[in-house]
Nanobody, 111 residues
């Protein structure tokens, strides 16, 4: 099983990034998917969730209205579109297909 995140980087406050998580080694379309993040010195926190078919989503209050989770079951990939980024969004972002985790991608929001 592999979950490989990409798309992180350095962005100015107010900017946007799109994270991707490519899955392999399991039947992706059967799994709910989540994004988590971990800021320096803090515990890992849940960010967003999407159902296996993509018809249902849920978000942490801190990102609601700014982030959008989506998935492509034909290409075994889940995405996180992040808009209006704030410095407090800085951290390592992980995708998760319970019980599997990716290795994470760094997002830094700074001027």
């Amino acid at each position: 099983v592999q979950l490989v995140e990409s798309g992180g980087g350095l962005v100015q406050p107010g900017g946007s990034l799109r994270l991707s998580c490519a899955a392999s080694g399991f039947t992706f379309r059967n799994y709910v998917m989540n994004w988590y993040r971990q800021a320096p010195g803090k515990e890992r926190e849940w960010v967003a969730f999407i159902t296996s078919g993509g018809g249902g989503t849920s978000y942490a209050d801190s990102v609601k209205g700014r982030f959008t989770i989506s998935r492509d079951n034909d290409n075994d990939t889940v995405y996180l579109q992040m808009n209006s980024l704030k410095p407090e969004d800085t951290g390592v972002y992980y995708c998760r297909a319970p019980p599997y985790w990716g290795q994470g991608t760094q997002v830094t929001v700074s001027s």
